[in-house]
């Protein structure tokens, strides 16, 4: 049983209510234990090193180590996703925590495994904004969550689910932490077919329970600050994370509600656009001088944050039609030159943090050798870029040679070729790219026994390229338009054909 804390003023309306904080403790891991007692399906509590996530498992952790051995009978998965650009000091400390629980658990004899789960490499942000050419994340255009977050951690529990037919999720949400998130939470809680578990509405066969659903921010905190870590991290260094993350780098003694709470910040991925200004990211910067190394981060971030970037971005959608709104084209990925660009940016943060950063920030890594290779074979089959410059480009901005294997030469045209045809489409880009697009089909079609679909890829190539200008593609989509009147007014996606 915890230690007897002492008593703080009831709040009738709180989680608290007229109870002592220790009882209250004592309740909710009570609770925790007899679910857990409950059936044998197991359970999958979600980590993500923030202060929520740190208390769901805290309390899980305090529930299991307080029943007898015979009967911590089923295993209880820590899954924790890092996305490649988490913010590099909280996925340090993830990290950390992730290897400190392994072996807290072995030492304590309880079944807790933790697990760090990675988006596949051909759904990592760079492979998608460098390789593919996606524009940075906006929230017409939110193609990253899906990706980095829910696509490894729902692999991992479907996995659990094939094993044994059913998962509990056990997860940090708090009712406090926004309005929509109230209003989601009370909604799924309306079909609940146990008591605390309710149903999770995009994974079969699986239920949700959040022990913490009730908590505000700062008895989230209190809990944090009065219970030790049991995997023996010290949550004073968390909160001082969340402290250095805040404006004014102030944590206020909280005596009534009018209090701004202390560690209330979000930090997530660095590189995220879903937001006007990383404001976490800016803080931690400001506030600490040891934390300037992330400075070119913080600018590459910003940069990508661009209000307008239609210049650097393709008047034509990925798969080549015309998109209207507003009577203006909407444009699609990024040029060539504009992805080229960004990874020397990247590359370039990525030296200045090693070289700004202590000793640990010596081996950063912003982006993989594994998302490197990827974005090099986009760049060369599907995208036909056959001139080959991510090496060159690897190398002027590292000072060090590229590590990836030679390309067979019959898989590429290489460099000097293409700047002979350069040389001769001259200044015309559409050109040069299309003829580019149309010897690599042809070559790749050339040793081919039965050359089916060649027409239509070469057909692709042409019709993708059929405008000089952009101001030549949107007169025809306007015309093309006009040709429809029955259309509502709005978008209107104008294909070539």
């Not at 926004?178 to 699986?206: F, I, Q, Y």
């Not at 002979?420 to 559409?430: A, H, I, S, Y």
């Not at 042409?462 to 040709?483: C, K, N, P, V, Y």
């Amino acid at each position: 049983m915890p230690v007897p804390l002492p008593t703080l003023e009831p709040d009738p309306t709180g989680w608290l209510a007229d109870r002592p904080l220790y009882q209250a403790v004592n309740d909710l891991l009570t609770e925790i234990r007899d679910l857990y007692r409950g059936d044998d399906v197991p359970w999958v509590v979600g980590y993500s090193g923030g202060k929520d996530s740190t208390l769901t498992l805290m309390l899980v952790w305090l529930a299991l180590a307080g029943l007898p051995p015979e009967h911590r009978t089923k295993t209880v998965h820590v899954i924790s996703t890092d996305t490649g650009v988490e913010n590099p000091v909280i996925a340090a400390w993830a990290r950390r925590s992730l290897d400190a629980m392994r072996t807290a658990a072995h030492d304590q004899h309880l079944p807790i495994e933790a697990h760090r789960l990675t988006p596949k490499v051909q759904d990592s942000f760079w492979t998608c904004l460098i390789g593919r050419g996606y524009a940075a994340p906006r929230p017409m255009f939110r193609w990253c969550t899906e990706r980095l977050k829910i696509r490894p951690s729902n692999a991992f529990i479907r996995s659990v689910v094939a094993a044994h037919g059913e998962v509990i999720l056990v997860l940090g949400t708090r009712k406090s932490e926004s309005r929509t998130r109230a209003l989601t939470m009370a909604r799924h809680e309306k079909g609940r077919v146990r008591d605390r578990l309710s149903p999770n509405a995009s994974l079969t066969n699986s239920l949700v329970y959040s022990p913490i659903e009730d908590l505000s921010t700062d008895d989230v905190w209190m809990l944090l600050m009065q219970y030790p870590n049991p995997w023996g991290h010290d949550n004073k260094l968390l909160l001082g994370i969340y402290q250095g993350a805040t404006a004014d780098s102030e944590c206020p003694l909280v005596v009534d509600t009018s209090t701004p709470s202390c560690g209330d910040s979000r930090m997530g991925c660095w590189t995220c656009t879903m937001v006007e200004q990383d404001k976490s990211l800016t803080a931690m910067i400001r506030n600490d001088e040891s934390n300037a190394w992330m400075r070119p981060l913080l600018d590459l971030r910003n940069a990508l944050d661009a209000q307008d970037d239609r210049h650097l971005r393709d008047f034509r959608r990925m798969n080549g039609s015309l998109l209207l709104h507003n009577d203006r084209l909407v444009h699609g990925p990024y040029t060539q030159a504009a992805r080229e660009d960004w990874l020397r940016r990247l590359l370039r943060a990525q030296k200045a943090a090693r070289a700004m950063g202590p000793p640990e920030v010596a081996g950063l890594c912003l982006i993989t050798m594994e998302e490197l290779h990827e974005i090099r074979r986009i760049w060369i089959f599907d995208k036909h870029e056959v001139e080959d410059l991510l090496p060159l480009i690897y190398e002027q901005e590292t000072g060090e040679p590229f590590p990836g294997r030679p390309l067979d030469r019959e898989l590429a045209s290489g460099p000097e070729k293409m700047a002979v045809l350069r040389e001769v489409c001259g200044d015309d880009d559409n050109m040069y790219e299309a003829a580019r697009a149309l010897l690599e089909i042809e070559r790749t079609y050339r040793t081919m026994g039965r050359r089916a679909g060649l027409y239509g890829a070469l057909e692709k190539v042409l019709l993708r390229h059929s405008f000089e200008t952009e101001e030549e593609a949107l007169a025809f989509a306007r015309q093309r338009q006009g040709d429809q009147p029955d259309q509502d007014d709005g978008d209107h996606q104008i294909a070539l054909f």
